[in-house]
């Protein structure tokens, strides 16, 4: 079995740089704020409970860090325009962003999926991302660089239990992602997308025994958020300065090519 991360991997060129985190408040945001931390990098953590954000931007300061928290609802344009001032005017300007906001709804057979939770889920994951990338491109279009990873899942890349709105937004999410990447490269900016399988976080209990999970994870365990953490900060760091547009499968083996 292999085993979960132990340590945050360190990429020196990240030192000094600023990002941009959306449900950096716990979960898998959250580590991504604190492995970012601990690479120097200064950090705008975003979410939607002013408590969490504080607990994630004091554990970033405890890593030596300059982070700061800005309440934001990411499925709304006008907010997530604002969120990006905010950041630029309290740590500079932005050169890292992770848009790991998002949510699912309980899951429902297709056609019993209601008009209000297919935009909500739609809303919540696929827009925000749009929502981001349009308020952040042009700040980094201007100074020729950044590098940005949105947040998809495996309910993209193989048939899950996953709701209708969910699989369709995480699906539109990957080719966001290359749309981005393909209108960001010839200005410098790099856009990737990781997709993790299920994680156990805060409140959210997986419910599989081992013999299961050995069935369906060929490295035999649940992910833990650092290793979408740790993967993240691969994409941002320039040590994958020639990878843009690809969606990394973080997801021990369960979606194969």
Same mark, same amino acid.
């Given at each position: ?8 991997a ?5 030192a000094?740089?600023v990002?941009?985190?959306t449900?950096?408040s716990?979960?898998?945001? &959250? @580590?991504?704020?604190e492995t970012l %931390?601990?690479? *120097?990098v200064?950090? $705008?953590? !975003? +979410?939607?409970?002013p408590?969490?954000i504080a607990?994630?931007v ?5 890593a ?5 928290g800005?309440?934001?609802?990411a499925?709304d ?9 905010e950041a ?10 992770a ?11 297709l ?5 209000e ?8 994951n ?13 700040g ?14 495996? &309910? @993209?890349r193989?048939?899950?239990? %996953?709701t209708a *709105?969910?699989?369709? $937004?995480? !699906? +539109? ?5 290359r ?8 200005h410098?900016i790099?856009?990737n ?21 050995a ?6 365990r ?5 290793d ?9 760091s320039d ?10 499968d973080?997801?021990g ?5």
């Amino acid at each position: 079995m292999s085993g979960s991360p132990t340590a945050a991997a360190r990429f020196p060129d990240l030192a000094g740089r600023v990002a941009l985190v959306t449900g950096g408040s716990r979960g898998l945001g &959250a @580590a991504l704020c604190e492995t970012l %931390a601990a690479n *120097g990098v200064r950090v $705008a953590v !975003s +979410g939607r409970d002013p408590d969490a954000i504080a607990r994630t931007v004091a554990r970033c300061e405890a890593a030596g860090a300059q982070a700061v928290g800005i309440a934001a609802e990411a499925s709304d344009s006008a907010a997530v325009d604002r969120l990006v001032r905010e950041a630029t005017e309290a740590l500079g300007p932005i050169d890292l962003v992770a848009a790991f906001a998002g949510f699912d709804s309980p899951e429902v057979p297709l056609v019993d999926v209601t008009d209000e939770d297919w935009h909500r889920v739609i809303e919540g994951n696929l827009s925000a991302g749009f929502y981001m990338l349009r308020a952040v491109l042009p700040g980094m279009m201007e100074r020729r660089r950044g590098a940005i990873v949105l947040m998809s899942s495996t &309910a @993209a890349r193989k048939n899950t239990v %996953a709701t209708a *709105g969910y699989s369709a $937004a995480k !699906s +539109g999410i990957i080719a966001l992602t290359r749309k981005a990447a393909f209108e960001g490269g010839p200005h410098g900016i790099r856009v990737n997308c990781v997709a993790p399988s299920l994680i156990p976080t805060e409140g959210r209990v997986i419910p599989y025994t081992a013999d299961q999970i050995a069935e369906g994870w060929p490295l035999g365990r649940l992910g833990v958020p650092e290793d979408v953490a740790q993967a993240t900060t691969f994409l941002l760091s320039d040590a994958s300065s020639w990878i843009t547009g690809i969606t990394v499968d973080v997801a021990g083996g369960r979606v194969l090519p």
